[in-house]
């Protein structure tokens, strides 16, 4: 936006020495009592991004826009503040009539203002125009898909011919194996497919009768074999929850806020549950990108599917956030990086969040760019918090920044958390008003502290109190029946371009960059005056004029059900990204993709059923000397089952599965909490555990001292006091490490830095992290878990008491349980040797059985898939 009239006539007039006078009698003094506090380098405040103490700072302004436009009083929104039209400036109380007369006048008389500070310079731009069309000429990711059919050469030097090949994929990965000289591996046995099959499908093993209806049904057929599992298991609600939990690693889903005060997201379910519903749903790709980038700005046919899409914006808010940070436009700033970092890597695969601070070093992003996205997402207000309650809104001495949470026009069916009677609410009410009276009487003085204890920390103390009972009282409504809140973005009420920091610090600001898209990926985004442009970013990146949003979808689709991406790199289709094995099938694939309508399980349904996956996991000595990273899939990768897998497959086979879903999640039943060490506590639960730590030690001296025939020494501070007038919180059993649930793991609670310790040790994905690719380790804590952990005992056992209950005799319950746990019998050498250990004499026969089973699930065929 270009300069205007007033603007322009004011920088080339040199304002009169009475305009000066009058700025410094009538102007600087108010801007020095009533704002700097805020709003100035000196006091190390900018509150709102605003910053008053320079000529520059002002014309500026902050996130909402100029604070001063020289002879426009509308466009100023310092004037706006001052009379408390638009804002409420200075909070504490309106300037008077005459002070707000001389900002009039002296606005209207051009804003006359002598404080001049060196102009923050913009850096230099590193990438031109010419660098730019030049990537989106010739860089493969920026050019639009093309079909390119493959010509397979038969017959081959090798014996192969397009009879190999089942399918269009077949044929691309064919003739780059011919190229390269390269034989594909043989088919896998009708019992390694069906069990790979189930896990990459459902995340589930086969059970011994599925296992034999597939190997009998692939003896006579086994294209329609493979089409009927994957077609079924498509349709398995259990699809959802396995392929969801992928979509929920990307999107570096948790159920906290991380960082140093680690704050919980009680409504953060909701969001995992959508994600779970809309791969089961088979929702269109493009919608679901839409939704979860501007659900709330999307038209909805009625309040349920208005709810599904405020929920979906959840993606928005979910991820890691320094509550504790003091400067709000820093706050602001870091959420909208990690909402750029998070949009652009998961739809786009690539990392715009490396230009915040300059010019992006190996991609042609420009750091105008990245700002250019800020402008869109600091003009998007995040609801992650905790709603105020009718005693106002209150995060405790060490949550500086809250935020609220968003109504859901469709209540649960079932409330969600705590209800509270008549006689509960009543008592909250008293609690919360005798806080605030103590709090009240503390700043007056007339609070008497308890002995030991200052009135800081008697002011922590209420203030902690406070903010607990304040939290329960919040999602509840009059009747104390919890509300139906989730987490989630809104537009601004007022939406505006943001300044480029130099070197991405807050306070030095230059130019404001218009709302859009990087340069590189499109022209231009046409985004209304009165739009935050989070709509309009995302029907474009949810659209086919996007060439990466398909292309990164099928890649992430292809790498789960491969073992390996066409690029590996997930997230990184750019400079620095691996390039694709197959160009021309990746192009295929996306196509298809979206040819199909957007359809995820049309597409996991096309490369299930190729010759390329039904290929053995065989090892070749002469292919790998060729291709050691199997890039060109000559065989089946082998694959380390996920940690859920694991976890899973151990319950599933103990015959524990619990496959109904559980309601909500632990920390939804826990509400808004603060996380230490690994439970969910109130604030005042660290005060019970003392309180009764040291009434234990009273109680202990007084034993000592009347055995002994003395008297106990009272003249020392009772640990109690401080505790005196405050109830005891119950005792709740909230830890986070659920070793005694056995529903399904994608819903165990998922806290940033308390990941359970079933999920932890095998690889799990970091919540913190943005992860396409999981680790796949193989460590000796790992043997210690399956050796020691509770979990594996509980299986183990329970596994036995299955075989017991199902199976007669030794041999038969050796052959059930390999069945069972590998999906096919044991080999002689197996048989004999369990056969051996089970008849042992002089053994518990229980306790034989249970270590049997236990080192079925130890052994690495458990854990992998051939």
């Not at 190997?215 to 969801?244: I, M, T």
């Not at 943001?498 to 990087?518: C, K, S």
Request: glycine letters at 6%; proline letters at 6%.
């Amino acid at each position: 936006m270009g300069q205007g009239l007033a603007e322009v006539l004011q920088e080339s007039t040199q304002p009169t020495r009475e305009q000066l006078a009058f700025f410094e009698t009538k102007i600087r003094p108010v801007l020095i009592r009533e704002c700097y506090g805020c709003h100035s380098q000196q006091s190390g405040q900018s509150k709102g991004g605003l910053r008053l103490d320079s000529r520059t700072a002002l014309r500026n302004g902050g996130d909402s826009g100029p604070a001063v436009v020289p002879g426009d009083l509308e466009s100023s929104l310092l004037f706006g503040a001052i009379t408390h039209t638009d804002m409420v400036m200075p909070p504490r109380s309106k300037l008077d009539d005459t002070e707000i007369a001389d900002f009039r006048r002296w606005i209207l008389d051009g804003a006359a203002d002598p404080r001049v500070s060196a102009p923050i310079e913009q850096p230099q731009v590193t990438i031109d125009d010419q660098t730019i069309a030049r990537a989106k000429a010739t860089f493969w990711a920026y050019q639009p898909p093309q079909r390119i059919a493959p010509q397979v050469a038969t017959p081959t030097a090798s014996g192969l011919s397009k009879d190999w090949s089942l399918s269009p994929i077949d044929d691309y990965v064919l003739v780059d194996l011919i190229k390269a000289g390269i034989r594909p591996a043989d088919d896998a046995s009708a019992e390694t497919l069906v069990r790979r099959l189930y896990f990459d499908l459902v995340g589930l093993p086969p059970s011994p009768s599925q296992t034999a209806a597939f190997v009998s049904a692939f003896g006579k057929d086994p294209e329609a074999a493979v089409a009927e599992v994957v077609d079924r298991l498509l349709d398995a609600s259990q699809f959802g929850e396995h392929w969801g939990r992928h979509w929920l690693d990307v999107v570096r889903y948790a159920e906290s806020t991380g960082r140093e005060v680690n704050m919980t997201y009680p409504n953060a379910y909701r969001y995992r549950d959508y994600v779970i519903d809309a791969f089961n749903d088979d929702k269109p790709y493009d919608q679901f990108v839409q939704e979860q980038l501007a659900g709330d700005l999307l038209p909805a046919r009625d309040d349920a599917e208005w709810s599904r899409q405020l929920i979906a914006t959840s993606f928005l808010a979910v991820g890691t956030k320094n509550v504790n940070e003091q400067s709000a436009a820093q706050f602001l700033s870091d959420l909208a990086d990690e909402q750029i970092d998070v949009t652009t890597r998961v739809f786009l695969g690539t990392s715009v969040a490396c230009a915040r601070c300059h010019d992006h070093k190996f991609d042609p992003i420009r750091q105008s760019d990245y700002y250019a996205l800020a402008g869109i997402f600091q003009s998007t207000k995040t609801f992650f918090g905790n709603p105020p309650s009718q005693y106002g809104s209150f995060g405790g001495p060490q949550i500086r920044q809250t935020s609220s949470l968003l109504l859901l026009p469709q209540p649960d069916a079932h409330p969600i958390g705590r209800s509270y009677t008549p006689d509960e609410l009543s008592d909250l009410h008293r609690q919360v008003q005798s806080r605030l009276d103590q709090l009240s009487e503390l700043r007056r003085g007339g609070l008497q502290t308890r002995a030991g204890a200052s009135s800081a920390q008697m002011r922590i103390r209420l203030s902690n109190e406070l903010a607990s009972l304040s939290a329960k009282l919040s999602v509840v409504d009059q009747e104390g029946v919890p509300r139906s809140y989730c987490m989630g973005v809104q537009d601004r009420q007022t939406v505006a371009d943001v300044p480029l920091l130099v070197r991405g610090e807050i306070d030095q600001r230059a130019q404001r960059v218009p709302r859009g898209l990087p340069k590189v990926f499109a022209s231009a985004l046409t985004i209304p005056s009165d739009s935050s442009g989070r709509l309009e970013l995302a029907r474009w990146i949810g659209s086919d004029q996007n060439p990466l949003a398909a292309r990164v979808m099928v890649n992430r689709i292809w790498h789960h059900v491969f073992g390996q991406g066409l690029v590996p790199t997930t997230e990184d289709f750019g400079m620095t990204g691996a390039a694709p094995s197959h160009p021309e099938l990746l192009d295929h694939l996306a196509i298809e993709f979206v040819n199909s309508g957007w359809s995820v399980k049309t597409m996991v349904r096309q490369l299930m059923t190729t010759r390329a996956y039904r290929m053995a996991s065989t090892f070749d000595r002469a292919n790998h000397q060729l291709d050691p990273d199997n890039r060109l899939l000559w065989r089946s990768n082998v694959k380390r089952l996920n940690a859920e897998a694991i976890r899973d497959a151990m319950l599933a086979v103990a015959g524990s599965l619990q496959t109904e879903p559980p309601q909500a999640s632990v920390v939804a039943d826990a509400g808004y909490l603060r996380v230490r060490a690994g439970t969910l506590e109130d604030p005042r639960e660290a005060a019970r555990r003392s309180f009764e730590r040291a009434l234990a030690s009273r109680r202990e001296q007084m034993q000592r001292m009347r055995r002994g025939g003395g008297r106990p020494d009272f003249s020392r501070r009772n640990p109690m006091s401080p505790l005196r007038d405050a109830p005891v919180p119950e005792r709740q059993d909230m830890s986070l490490d659920r070793v005694d649930a056995d529903y399904r793991s994608v819903y165990l609670p998922v806290v940033r830095d308390f990941v359970p310790r079933s999920l932890e040790v095998f690889d799990f994905a970091d919540p913190n992290l943005i992860t396409g690719v999981r680790e796949a380790s193989n460590t000796s804590n790992q043997a210690l878990f399956l050796l020691n952990n509770p979990l594996t005992l509980r299986c183990s056992e329970a596994f036995a008491e299955r075989l017991a209950a199902e199976s007669d005799g030794v041999d038969e319950r050796i052959e059930h349980a390999f069945q069972l746990a590998y999906g096919r019998g044991p080999s002689a050498g197996e048989a004999a040797a369990s056969r051996a250990y089970l008849r042992q004499s002089g053994l518990d026969e229980a306790q034989t059985l249970a270590a049997f089973c236990q080192s079925l699930f130890a052994a690495a065929e458990f854990r992998y898939l051939y």
